[in-house]
């Protein structure tokens, strides 16, 4: 699997800090977002039982979350590319999977990738456009910052709206990521 963090995320805690929230026990309010917002093949996503607990930042996560997947200039190969970078510099086991499962090698990502990633191997990425993204990607985790010709390729590569949008979808999965960390989410599939 990824790379295991420094911290013992194994450790018992003394109160379970994730929760698989029961529709039947939510709120109207809360009701409302899960059944409109949330469920994806039937389930809802593990960071939406978590968001849901503030049904208002909730709703607003679901709304950037549908604008990051589906409406940004990045193709879906270049979008799961980041969102697999992003997962693994937060080692979110959970989001990994679930974007290797659900959409990751459907878009285009090769197996060999995703292998590399999982291991804590830089990947070797052919296409050109997929490696930039890559790079931009993990180049900002690495360095929290990203040099001026690495922008200025990808400025000139995507143009300046997707390397925002890039951005955006980068902000949006440390989101989720960060989230699963701190409420200790199984990975998936162990739920």
Known sequence: ???AAEADLSAPTVEE?????DRNALSPEQQRIFDIACPRNGQVPAPFHIYLESPELCQLVQALG?????????????????ILATATHWRAEYEFEVRVGEAALRAGVPESVVDALRQGKPP?????????????SSVFYEQQDVPDDLFA?????FGRKTVV????VLGYYSMLAIALR??????FGSD
Do not use: H, N, W
């Open 182 to 187: 701190v409420f200790r989410v199984p990975a």
């Open 1 to 3: 699997m990824l790379q």
């Open 153 to 157: 390729e990808a400025v000139s590569r």
């Open 124 to 136: 070797v990425i052919e296409d050109a456009d997929a490696d930039l993204i890559y790079q931009f």
């Open 165 to 168: 949008e890039l951005v955006g």
């Open 66 to 82: 549908a604008f990051c997947r589906y409406r940004t200039g990045l193709s879906p190969l270049l979008s799961e590319t980041a």
């Open 17 to 21: 800090r994730y929760r698989k929230l």
